[in-house]
């Protein structure tokens, strides 16, 4: 098969060992980018399988989240205990560039799937292992989940209202972010293995892919002695950067230099704001941003946040609404990007797809295999990659 502009890594066979988050999504990224995908699950099936909201088919259920994390894969079923399908998957992994796995630290070993016993004697295997706290940590011997890790992480100490509690951001990204990473970990990996046949171990931690992120924070801490603080949807440096709140609804104004803030002042016909003495510089309007805020959301309170977001976009201020999940996938940028699709589900009809963001060469993403039934795919599998 001729190898599409779209798919980069066509001819990569991949095992995924993945429940639930972080281990499926790094494997649907690399499948996503064309890659062979093979999902091993239990006779249980992963258990996001059973996450709702949920539909049945054909006397099967179907889960939307469990669709939105495994789109471009295939399924066999294997129980790893027994030892006839634990031999038959030592077969697949023979062939495979590529495991995947995110299951309890130790568990791999304790099957006998490990790196060291299944990378001995081949040709070039990638191996990548999520877990909350990585091989390294004193908390290896723990579970994690995201929630868990975006708490010790610091992540939580800097997002929520200043007057409340410490939030947990309404995006999983700690299993997000550690799959962004492994995703490109093992496309840098399989470089060096193709040209040394050196099979490589990745440690992929959650904890460490947040703390890695949060590179502003930590830096912010190092430079002034000073622990970082919720701010709600305020800036440390930069102001007006953040929500306001129209006469309908709330929207953001990122005025994060003195010329946008010029502009933002004209807009709202607040001009002598400019040369306030409060307001002079970024550095000033971040220490007075409370009484600044007070200011504009009395002005934008008289008018819709329809017009403000349009008066300012055409002054050249970033400005945009605050929208729901709803009316970001109805939008317009949604539907030219070729970011949003429907997908046609035998037995349930038409379901949202978001896909790969990424564009290579302006084509669009791959969507050529739905998410897939338990075990759908289990013999075509087992006879397609030892006949190679």
């Not at 030892?83 to 304790?110: C, H, K, Q, W």
């Not at 990548?128 to 994690?144: D, E």
């Not at 934008?300 to 946040?305: D, E, L, M, S």
């Amino acid at each position: 098969m001729k190898k599409k502009p779209a798919d980069p890594l066509a001819g990569v066979r991949v095992l995924e060992f993945g429940h639930v988050a972080a281990g499926p999504f790094t494997g649907m990224l690399l499948a996503d980018l064309g890659a062979d995908v093979v999902k091993v699950e239990p006779a249980s099936g992963d258990q996001m399988r059973a996450w709702p909201p949920l539909r049945e088919i054909e006397g099967e259920q179907f889960s939307y989240n469990f669709a939105s994390l495994n789109r471009n894969k295939r399924s066999i079923v294997a129980d790893l205990k027994d030892p006839a399908d634990l031999e038959a998957v030592l077969r697949l992994v023979s062939e495979a560039d590529v495991l995947i796995e995110n299951y309890r630290p130790g568990s791999m070993d304790r099957l006998g799937l490990g790196f060291e016993a299944v990378s001995e004697g081949h040709r070039g295997l990638v191996y990548c292992s999520i877990s909350g706290f990585g091989r390294t940590s004193p908390y290896a011997h723990l579970g994690a989940f995201d929630l868990v890790v975006q708490g010790m992480s610091g992540l939580m100490s800097v997002t929520g209202d200043p007057e409340g509690d410490p939030a947990k951001c309404g995006v999983p990204v700690g299993d997000f972010v550690t799959a962004l990473y492994g995703a490109l970990t093992i496309s840098a990996a399989l470089r060096s293995v193709n040209g040394t046949g050196k099979s490589h171990f990745i440690d992929c931690s959650m904890l460490d892919s947040l703390i890695a992120i949060a590179a502003l924070q930590t830096s912010e801490l190092d430079g002034t002695g000073a622990a970082p603080q919720r701010l709600g949807s305020r800036h440390p440096r930069n102001a007006p950067y953040q929500a306001f709140r129209g006469m309908d609804k709330g929207f953001t104004v990122a005025a994060g230099n003195d010329n946008l803030w010029r502009k933002t002042c004209e807009v709202t016909s607040q001009e002598e704001l400019v040369d306030d003495p409060r307001f002079v510089s970024q550095s000033l309007r971040t220490q007075n941003q409370g009484e600044l805020e007070s200011i504009l959301n009395a002005v934008f309170g008289t008018r819709p946040a329809s017009h403000w977001i349009a008066q300012l976009q055409s002054s050249g201020v970033p400005a945009g609404p605050i929208n729901t999940f709803a009316e970001i996938l109805a939008d317009d940028h949604c539907k030219v990007s070729g970011l949003v699709d429907d997908i046609h589900v035998p037995g349930l009809g038409s379901v949202i797809s978001v896909g790969y963001p990424a564009r290579i060469d302006s084509a669009a993403p791959r969507r050529d295999l739905l998410p897939p039934r338990l075990g759908e795919h289990t013999a075509r599998i087992h006879q397609e990659w030892s006949s190679t």
